[in-house]
């Protein structure tokens, strides 16, 4: 399997929960466990095994096999591995510790991640997300207007939001409206890391 495939499927799943359930793909998911980086990379030069390795982690995170993805970011002392890092902790849940450890487990993996590169990206989807409600729509509105006055991505935000989901004190819509913010948030941040690998 090629990274490109890998990609493509995980892309039309949809919605994509906020929370880990089971592997989504468990073909999938065994064929991304069985290929070597180099396999998923063929025909393309690795310059920067990090960020491959970060690529595959954000696959496994996404695919939602946690203890792949978690072990994969752990080991990459980078930002971008805390990054992946601080994501899996978001999306864990009630697994482990309970969500209130999980959701802090996430804020200390983004304190190291500081003003990440991808960030800007993250920040324009973000907002597309929440203006496409329109103004009808209170919670978006709101939540649109904090991040202009922040001028920036604000991880933890979400992380806040996650949390308030969680504690059932959202909508259904709003919680829509997080999951389509975190998808396109993990695919932003995976092809990132691709282009960061071969680039």
Not at 92 to 100: D, L, N, W
Not at 149 to 177: C, M
Request: proline fraction near 3%; hydrophobic fraction near 40%; include cysteine.
């Amino acid at each position: 399997m090629r990274f490109d495939q890998a990609l493509e499927r995980l892309r039309e799943r949809s919605p994509v929960p906020m929370f880990v359930s089971d592997v989504w793909d468990d073909d999938l998911d065994r064929r991304l466990r069985s290929a070597a980086v180099e396999e998923l990379f063929e025909g393309l030069t690795i310059r920067d095994p990090h960020m491959a390795a970060c690529a595959v982690a954000g696959l496994h995170v996404w695919n939602d096999n946690f203890d792949a993805g978690h072990d994969l970011c752990q080991a990459i002392k980078t930002v971008t591995g805390s990054y992946w890092h601080g994501i899996c902790h978001r999306r864990e849940g009630h697994r482990g510790s309970g969500v209130e450890s999980n959701l802090g487990n996430a804020r200390y993996w983004f304190r190291q991640v500081g003003d990440h590169p991808a960030f800007d990206g993250v920040y324009h989807s973000a907002l597309r997300v929440l203006d496409g409600t329109g103004s009808g729509f209170r919670w978006a509105t709101e939540a649109a207007g904090q991040l202009r006055e922040r001028r920036k991505w604000d991880p933890f935000a979400l992380i806040d939001w996650f949390g308030q989901a969680e504690a059932q004190v959202l909508s259904t819509q709003t919680q829509v409206l997080l999951e389509e913010i975190q998808w396109r948030e993990m695919d932003l941040l995976v092809s990132w890391c691709c282009a960061k690998a071969v680039g």
